[in-house]
């Protein structure tokens, strides 16, 4: 069996995403997929993660450069399964705007009425 060394592989960024959580779904996919993966911080956001926990800037999700295409791919997958949860999952702004105008017909009538 060969092994090649991580530093001897030649990686390309292929995704951008906001954070760990989201970094580690994906690189999750990919290892289901065979892919091997790897996350960094985009810019200074590992001094960022290392003070506060978290990064403004993002991380970048690179995979071996012979395996891109299979990954951009399942990557093309998961952002249309990410646009189609959204839609589904937007919240009603109806509600809250029905709650007001009743609270408001509410302190009107009690209003007419103490007066």
């Known amino acids: 069996m ?8 030649k990686y ?6 906001k954070d ?5 779904v994906i690189l ?25 926990g978290t990064t403004l800037y993002g991380k970048e999700i690179c995979v071996p450069v012979d395996q891109v295409e299979k ?3 399942l990557m093309k997958d998961y952002d249309s399964a990410a646009e189609k949860e959204e839609t589904v999952k937007k919240p009603k702004v ?4 029905l709650i007001v105008l009743v609270v408001f017909v509410v302190a009107v009538v009690l209003a ?3 007066s």
């Open 2 to 9: 060969t092994y090649t060394r991580l530093s001897d592989m």
């Open 12 to 17: 390309k960024k292929i995704y951008n995403c």
């Open 20 to 24: 760990d959580a989201e970094a580690a």
């Open 28 to 52: 999750g996919m990919l290892s289901a997929s065979g892919i091997r993966g790897m996350s960094r911080d985009v810019e200074q956001g590992d001094i960022m993660n290392v003070m506060s």
């Open 71 to 73: 990954a951009r791919s």
């Open 94 to 97: 109806r509600i809250p705007y």
């Open 112 to 114: 007419i009425v103490m």
